[in-house]
């Protein structure tokens, strides 16, 4: 990526408001902190000896002294904060992020946690627990204590929150499993949602009941001919036509606080050009709710995207990335249930088109979008606005460039590691992009530089549990960077014993899920990497079952049938 350069004059600024500070000069440090967050927070200053890009707005939440000017700033912006935290309050159709937008706009008044706590109100009241979870809890930060109704209705949404059935990806074997070429491997990452276990393949997705069979497809009866297909999760070779791979990217949206899916979203190629959109289903008939591909009222360079691999669903927001004609990349956040653009945000332009070897790489932490697209950063922008936040270098290998004919010119990851989302452990974001052989670890906040390390370059992260990042290859192990550059800490170490690991194993909190040879799923903790003796209640479904039954052959194309089963080729031992 091209990174944009740091304001100088963004710098001097914020020395400036620090020196005042120094120099309890508060008055003064109050109208510079006034300035700097609403005319200069999008401004980008460097950070020395490592390349990272923060905001000015991330280096005012990170202020150390900011409470020294809070009285000051309450008395000066108070009274503005307030009559526009009644405004949204009286209209009805104000979102949660309309409250948000408050308590950006004025981050240090007593409106702000207020307003924070108004924002969890109406998400929760639109069933949006993932969003109104964090507002809450930035709320208690800013300094809100909840009432009684509130402690209350937040116990009652945690509660129903809490899953009964098995809800996200589950384990699975694949046949590309170990091999050198597993970035590239045409892949299909299956998940369930409600008791309902959603495929996607090359020719759309199709929803199961283990116990019962098929429930639908999507487009009916999986015909490819309708001008729309689901895109293989790695597989450049593509162009408008029959598709021989299988699919993986179907997430399930669940929209009010109960263990059923509500909404698919599937990244389809189409036909009519070489480009790919989104498209929304109903989970519960298959019905199509909306796509991306027409644009919305308000945007209609939607269209002329071209969406990659690695959407993410939570709550209700859909956030996606795509490119453009130009190499532009931009981060897209849309609502679940209408399609309806919430922001778009330009990331960083690509060198080149074949710079960028996707997918994504996108995970959703609190209150932001944490983004490792395999282009040499990584990048936080804000969830609920799209506001950039950080930009952190790394060493790149490049995309090696595809020897097929490639859609939008994308290159593919250099290494094997099957996947590129980052994952957070409390204020620890640890990242291993498929286009660098180092594992490294950022403070989630502020995006500062806490650990890296090269010998992983194997293993693919799948987790991050209590401080220590999960990684897999034939082994899956517990790893924390030393401190003061002190060896690297292992936690455990885990391999199934005269058994082979068979494919992605799946993390949830203190288990982790791991296919092999003897068992669809091993449960296994994530506290000292040993086989539990007693599953846990909520587990993921048998996949194997599912691909047993006659539904998943008569509707699963072979293409997707063959990327699941056992490896066809282990990768050997490495030495440790």
Request: aromatic share 8%.
């Amino acid at each position: 990526m091209r990174l944009p350069a740091a304001s100088a004059s963004a710098q001097k600024d914020l020395d400036a408001l620090r020196g005042s500070i120094e120099q309890n000069k508060i008055s003064d440090a109050v109208d510079r902190y006034d300035v700097l967050c609403r005319v200069h927070g999008s401004e980008l200053v460097g950070q020395p000896n490592n390349g990272e890009l923060v905001t000015i707005r991330v280096c005012l939440d990170e202020l150390a002294d900011s409470g020294l000017l809070t009285a000051e700033y309450q008395r000066r912006f108070d009274d503005a904060a307030q009559r526009e935290f009644q405004a949204a309050s009286l209209d009805a159709n104000s979102t949660a992020a309309d409250f948000y937008a408050v308590a950006r706009r004025y981050p240090l008044s007593s409106a702000a946690p207020l307003a924070l706590a108004a924002a969890g109100d109406r998400a929760a009241a639109m069933g949006d627990w993932p969003t109104a979870a964090p507002m809450y809890q930035l709320a208690r930060e800013a300094g809100w204590s909840p009432d009684p109704p509130h402690v209350q209705r937040i116990d009652e949404l945690a509660q129903a929150q809490r899953q009964t059935v098995w809800s996200g990806p589950i384990p699975f074997d694949a046949t590309w499993y170990g091999r050198s070429d597993a970035s590239v491997a045409a892949k299909s990452f299956p998940m369930a949602a409600g008791g309902v276990v959603f495929i996607s393949g090359a020719s759309g997705v199709s929803a199961f009941k283990p116990d019962t069979g098929a429930v639908w497809s999507y487009p009916p009866a999986m015909q490819s001919s309708g001008g729309y297909r689901a895109m293989p999760f790695v597989n450049y070779q593509l162009a408008p036509g029959p598709v021989d791979s299988a699919s993986n990217d179907c997430s399930a949206g669940v929209l009010s606080a109960q263990d059923s899916a509500r909404v698919v979203v599937l990244l389809t190629a189409r036909t009519d050009v070489a480009r790919h959109c989104l498209q929304a289903i109903r989970a519960s008939d298959g019905k199509l709710l909306w796509r991306t591909d027409i644009g919305d009222h308000g945007d209609k360079s939607l269209a002329s995207l071209d969406f990659v691999p690695g959407t993410v669903v939570c709550g209700r927001y859909v956030y996606g990335m795509a490119t453009d004609s130009d190499n532009g990349l931009f981060a897209i956040a849309f609502d679940i249930a209408s399609g309806r653009e919430l922001w778009k945000t330009p990331l960083p332009p690509l060198a080149s088109a074949g710079q960028f070897a996707g997918p994504a790489g996108m995970t959703v932490d609190l209150d932001q979008l944490l983004i490792c697209p395999n282009a040499g950063c990584v990048i936080s922008l804000d969830r609920w606005t799209g506001d950039l936040r950080w930009i952190n270098p790394y060493p790149s290998l490049g995309a090696m460039p595809d020897n097929g004919g490639q859609v939008g010119n994308w290159g593919v990851p250099p290494t094997a590691r099957f996947d590129n989302r980052p994952y957070v452990t409390g204020d620890i974001a640890y990242f291993a992009p498929q286009d660098s052989e180092t594992v490294f670890a950022l403070n989630a906040r502020s995006g500062d530089d806490l650990w890296n390390s090269t010998d992983y370059s194997h293993m693919t992260l799948i987790g991050a549990v209590d401080q220590f990042a999960i990684l897999e290859s034939d082994r899956i192990i517990a790893v924390q960077g030393g401190a003061a550059n002190g060896p690297d800490v292992i936690r455990w170490s885990y391999s199934p014993r005269p058994e082979s690991i068979t494919g992605p194993a799946v993390v949830r909190g203190e288990v982790m899920f791991v296919p092999t040879t003897d068992k669809a799923a091993i449960s296994v903790s994530t506290a000292d990497g040993t086989e539990m003796d007693t599953p846990p209640a909520v587990r993921p479904p048998n996949f194997r079952a599912v691909l047993n039954t006659q539904a998943a052959e008569e509707l699963l194309a072979p293409q997707t049938m063959g990327s699941f089963g056992f490896p066809r080729i282990q990768r050997p031992q490495p030495q440790w």
